[in-house]
């Protein structure tokens, strides 16, 4: 059995724009839900009764967007800093 090189999937794309694209997308999505998130506590500051539980709500669950896309950002961070160490960046050259 031959031992070949995996290609990367994306046609015309390569892992390095890949991952950066990546890590600016989940960047964006975490500043996206905390500006949405400071936009519902300033409804919730004028808010009482049903509304005031309802926003409440809402913002448990932008709270754990916020998280989820924290810990996305972090790790294609990491990802983003490797793929570009001299070293990747040698690898992928030589595909080109």
């Known amino acids: ?12 794309y390569s892992p390095l724009r890949a991952v950066s694209q990546l890590h600016s997308f989940c ?14 506590l300033g409804q919730l500051e004028k808010a009482e009764g049903e509304e ?16 989820y896309f924290q810990v996305l950002n972090n790790a294609v961070s990491i990802a983003d800093t490797v793929f570009h160490s001299p070293e ?9």
């Open 27 to 40: 960047r964006d999505m975490q500043s996206y839900y905390q500006i949405a998130k400071g936009d519902l």
């Open 88 to 96: 990747m960046i040698a690898e992928f050259r030589d595909d080109a």
């Open 1 to 12: 059995m031959e031992n070949k090189k995996p290609l990367f999937g994306i046609q015309d």
């Open 52 to 67: 005031e539980a309802r926003l409440h709500h809402e913002l448990e669950e932008l709270t754990r967007k916020i998280q």
